[in-house]
């Protein structure tokens, strides 16, 4: 389901996703109250172990994690196809394991839920200042400590706004995904 084709759905419960090759971060709300959040990591020593543990792992988890629908952010732009490919196979069985309880899926953008939190890209002053206190660095330095900056932002958001501790940027991610999904796209 792609978000411009949705009416707000009707749903009690959301479960937002942040998935890598590596791990899945989730976090289900219910009326935008968080049930349960947290992360799985995936081992193996190549990809199709991961995926293997990945089915694994999230299925053990059906029962935790029923949703009336889950929402997982839409890739952004990666360089390596090779990364792609992947994170695909992560995507999708995870996706489907999930889905066999009867759960929709919907994909949102990460500027959708970002901007909904006013997280917005880091403005000309904030990069120009980040570059005046720390020089010499390489461009791809900024950039990261830039990313870092915005992450931190989203943590300390929903510290704020549920008085917790995460510490996790994933994590935290997952609670803006499920957030925005479940204010913004969901009808009671």
């Known amino acids: 389901m792609k978000l411009g084709e949705l009416i707000k759905t009707k749903a009690g419960r959301v479960l937002g996703i942040?998935?890598?090759?590596?791990?899945?971060?989730?976090?289900?709300?219910?009326?935008?109250?968080?049930?349960?959040w947290g992360k799985v990591e995936f081992t193996g020593s190549d990809i199709y172990e991961k995926i293997h543990d990945a089915k694994i792992k999230v299925h053990a988890m059906l029962d935790e994690l029923r949703s009336d629908y889950i929402v997982v952010e839409g890739a952004v732009f990666v360089k390596s196809p090779d990364a792609v490919i992947k994170l695909s196979y992560v995507y999708g069985v995870v996706i489907a394991e999930l889905m066999s309880t009867g759960a929709k899926v919907?994909?949102?953008?990460?500027?959708?839920?970002?901007?909904?939190?006013?997280?917005?890209?880091?403005?000309?002053?904030?990069?120009?200042?980040?570059?005046?206190?720390?020089?010499?660095h390489a461009d791809?330095?900024?950039?990261?400590?830039?990313?870092?900056?915005?992450?931190?932002?989203?943590?300390?958001?929903?510290?704020?706004?549920?008085?917790?501790?995460?510490?996790?940027?994933?994590?935290?991610?997952?609670?803006?995904?499920?957030?925005?999904?479940?204010?913004?796209?969901?009808?009671?």
């Not at 791990?23 to 349960?36: Q, T, Y």
């Not at 990460?110 to 020089?135: M, V």
């Not at 958001?157 to 499920?178: C, E, H, Q």
Request: charged share 30%; glycine share 4%.
């Open 18 to 36: 942040d998935a890598s090759t590596n791990s899945i971060a989730f976090c289900l709300m219910e009326d935008d109250k968080p049930l349960k």
């Open 106 to 136: 919907m994909t949102i953008s990460p500027t959708s839920w970002q901007a909904h939190i006013g997280n917005k890209n880091p403005t000309k002053l904030e990069k120009d200042k980040l570059r005046f206190e720390n020089p010499g």
């Open 140 to 188: 791809s330095w900024y950039k990261a400590k830039m990313r870092e900056m915005r992450k931190q932002r989203t943590v300390d958001y929903f510290n704020k706004k549920y008085n917790l501790s995460l510490n996790d940027f994933d994590v935290a991610d997952a609670f803006g995904i499920a957030h925005y999904s479940n204010t913004v796209l969901t009808e009671r």
